[in-house]
């Protein structure tokens, strides 16, 4: 599970983290791992342009934060 976010970038989430979020937050969605890494590079790409316009510096590459976060989150072969 990963929480996604312009404002964050994505982060990983143990299972009971994601399930209080979902609760909390009412909007989840399962995708296969191709969008799933789509997804998660996206919220990097857009949580650097947001650290760019407000000044701040990125440390890290979209490349490093998705392959980070994917690496954090595989729990199944089959791609889900």
Known sequence: YAL??????????QDIEALSY???????GKVNWDMYNLLISQAW???NTFMEAVGKT?????????KRVTEATKTTKDGE
Not at 22 to 28: D, R, V
């Open 22 to 28: 979902a609760n909390g937050l009412g909007s989840t």
């Open 58 to 66: 990125v440390n890290e590459s979209v490349e490093e934060a998705t």
């Open 4 to 13: 996604i976010t312009e404002l964050s970038g994505a982060q990983a989430l």
């Open 45 to 47: 790409q857009r949580y």
